[in-house]
T-cell receptor, first 113, second 114 residues
Framework: NAGVMQNPRHLVRRRGQEARLRCSPM?????VYWYRQLPEEGLKFMVY????????ESGMPKERFSAEFPKEGPSILRIQQVVRGDSAAYFC???????????FGDGTRLSIL | QQQVKQSPQSLIVQKGGISIINCAYE??????FPWYQQFPGKGPALLIA?????SEKKEGRFTISFNKSAKQFSLHIMDSQPGDSATYFC?????????????FGKGTTLSVSS
């Protein structure tokens, strides 16, 4: 499968726990974007990364959220001390050279108990 | 302004009819306008995209019409089929600036009745 791979597809956490979401970009893509989708809403940009660099994190909440894209391995979106409001679908997209189009994975549905 | 406004929120069309979804934007720096189709439980899939140097782009039954002066663009689905029932999102970005994020509309839920 040469598409964007996200795992897990579903993640359940209790309030206060940590959530780690993984994204492997399409083959040949080194630019990754994370978006969040709330029910009945469009996707909202969170962060844009290249390998080993965060390029734009203007959509990321200042606290509890972090992202990385190491030289080896998938991109990780990390949410510490989760709260009910973090419940959403989180989508990763990748592109070649930061130029459109962006191709999306099938997302991680995060539920907070 | 970074908003992209999309309408209608929901749309019901009979099989064989034309589905029309509209979007408007404010930021004149936007120069790339894609439409995405999303089925329940899936990620958005790129359907068709346009840049402002053309007024219309057609791919099969899907057409984007673009009005630069009005800062509006629309998706037309000809001969709509039940399999087209999905949520459609318009988006915009500044493609000339590498790595800029997509700004999405809130989506239109299309139901095509057989």
């Amino acid at each position: 499968n040469a598409g964007v791979m996200q795992n897990p597809r579903h993640l359940v956490r209790r309030r206060g726990q940590e959530a780690r979401l993984r994204c492997s970009p399409m083959k040949g893509h080194s630019h990754v974007y994370w978006y969040r989708q709330l029910p009945e809403e469009g996707l909202k940009f969170m962060v844009y990364l290249q390998k080993e660099n965060i390029i734009d994190e203007s959509g990321m909440p200042k606290e509890r959220f972090s992202a990385e894209f190491p030289k080896e391995g998938p991109s990780i979106l990390r949410i510490q001390q989760v709260v009910r409001g973090d419940s959403a679908a989180y989508f990763c997209a990748s592109s070649q050279g930061g130029i459109p189009p962006q191709h999306f994975g099938d997302g991680t549905r995060l539920s907070i108990l | 302004q970074q908003q992209v406004k999309q309408s209608p929120q929901s749309l019901i069309v009979q099989k064989g009819g034309i589905s029309i979804i509209n979007c408007a934007y404010e930021n004149t720096a936007f120069d790339y306008f894609p439409w995405y189709q999303q089925f329940p439980g899936k990620g958005p899939a790129l359907l068709i995209a346009i840049r402002p140097d053309v007024s219309e782009k057609k791919e099969g039954r899907f057409t984007i019409s673009f009005n630069k002066s009005a800062k509006q663009f629309s998706l037309h689905i000809m001969d709509s089929q039940p399999g087209d029932s999905a949520t459609y999102f318009c988006a915009a970005s500044s493609a000339g600036q590498a790595g800029t994020a997509l700004i999405f509309g809130k989506g239109t839920t299309l139901s095509v009745s057989s």
